[in-house]
T-cell receptor, first 113, second 112 residues
Framework: NAGVTQTPKFQVLKTGQSMTLQCAQD?????MYWYRQDPGMGLRLIYY???????DKGEVPNGYNVSRLNKREFSLRLESAAPSQTSVYFC????????????FGPGTRLTVL | KQEVTQIPAALSVPEGENLVLNCSFT??????LQWFRQDPGKGLTSLLL?????REQTSGRLNASLDKSSGRSTLYIAASQPGDSATYLC???????????FGTGTRLTVIP
């Protein structure tokens, strides 16, 4: 039981390049989330998926797109990376919305030059 | 917009001491409040979740309290150990959608 896995662990991009961050969970959870963590700002929600087939914007969605590929997988895409997107990205999942704890992946450290 | 604040940003205590971490939030209309632990370079681990109707939750040496009216929560750690050294984050869910607003955390160091 791996929990929440993320790939890659590290990535360096040049401005304007695109990439997709992958996330998968093996806990049969309905809800999945993408956060970014920046020094001094705490974690901020980018997008979430309450259930398979649905996605919604969080607090900071600009510059990102997401795909809930199936119940297990939720990917985050940067179409044209900018230095302001340098951050650590975390994927999380929970059984459902409501009073359910979130389980986090180990994170992807992204640098955009 | 909900603002979540954690003070102090860093705290050092000797091993064995009891300690309290603080979390405050600006909008008292919350669905739940959650405490997490983050070790350096790692993801977050959920510690406690307090529903809006509850006043406290306990797990082992950890006790979290919630006072919605004053917009405050505390995390009490009893008999601290070096293994408790980590950053502790609180987060608020306002609507039940599990969309969390996080504080910036308190970095705890327990000195052997």
């Amino acid at each position: 039981n791996a929990g929440v896995t993320q790939t890659p662990k590290f990535q360096v991009l040049k401005t304007g390049q695109s990439m997709t961050l992958q996330c998968a969970q093996d806990m049969n959870h309905n809800s999945m989330y993408w956060y970014r963590q920046d020094p001094g700002m705490g974690l901020r929600l980018i997008y979430y998926s309450a259930s398979e087939g649905t996605t919604d914007k969080g607090e900071v969605p600009n510059g990102y797109n997401v795909s809930r590929l199936n119940k297990r997988e939720f990917s985050l895409r940067l179409e044209s990376a900018a230095p302001s997107q340098t951050s650590v990205y975390f994927c999380a999942s929970s059984r459902d919305r409501g009073n359910n704890e979130q389980f986090f992946g180990p994170g992807t450290r992204l640098t955009v030059l | 917009k909900q603002e979540v604040t954690q003070i102090p940003a860093a705290l050092s205590v000797p091993e064995g001491e009891n300690l309290v971490l603080n979390c405050s939030f600006t909008d008292s209309a919350i669905y739940n409040l959650q405490w997490f632990r983050q070790d350096p370079g790692k993801g977050l681990t959920s510690l406690l979740l307090i529903q809006s109707s509850q006043r406290e939750q306990t797990s082992g040496r950890l006790n979290a309290s919630l006072d919605k009216s004053s917009g405050r929560s505390t995390l009490y750690i009893a008999a601290s150990q070096p293994g408790d050294s980590a950053t502790y984050l609180c987060a608020v869910d306002q609507t039940g959608a599990n969309n969390l607003f996080f504080g910036t955390g308190t970095r705890l160091t327990v000195i052997p």
